[in-house]
């Protein structure tokens, strides 16, 4: 790393390095905007900062290991998508705000990347099919730990059913999974029992060509 001056002392390439990878709201800020490295006499051309940012993206996704568990497809759809990086990078800034705030438990962190996949999305098409997985497996595995009945309620971009059965293939074909924007009810029973359901909106009823029994929430 160099300056207009010379080389860059070791010492300032480790903080800064060190800076970029523990602080995420001050990476962001450099790629927004890299002529401020200038404050610290770095030449923004010489710091490869879309690297420093997909390793803290890879860094990002090893701390979140411990949600595979919970979202083994939504791991699987990254992956064939080729955006786990991207995916992880985009959330470090969010991620380190709620570890500030203490939010360091799984539930935790299941719970922040369903909140941050809803704006992540949008309404890019490929991203919706990361959010649609993402909130159905979320959602089974509160049913699966919540005590009698309980219904949730997600507008998604697909039929979870649907994509989920196609991720679970040996070779998924993503593009056959059907497009269409629906409301989903995932309902849990004071028995355990738990089903996922298509609400009808024009008719503002329940309608059963989603209605399924879902194995293993209770």
Known sequence: MTTAAGPVSAEITQSLIAAALTDAERLHAWLDDPAALGHYGIDPDAVDLASL???AGLSEKIRHN??????????????LLGIEIEFFRDYTALSLARRRMGLLSLEDRLDGLALFVEGWAAADQTRSLVRDI??????LATLSAADGALAVVHELSSDPLELAEALRQRDPDLAGVGREVRSVVYERASDGRCRVLEIDGSLASL????????TGCG
């Not at 595979?68 to 791991?75: A, E, Q, V």
């Not at 993402?134 to 959602?139: A, D, I, Q, S």
Request: hydrophobic share 40%; glycine share 0%.
């Open 53 to 55: 940012a997909d390793f």
């Open 66 to 79: 411990p949600c595979r568990h919970d979202l083994p497809l939504t791991f699987r759809i990254l992956r």
């Open 134 to 139: 993402l909130l159905h497996e979320r959602t």
């Open 207 to 214: 309608r059963h060509a989603l209605d399924e029994d879902v």
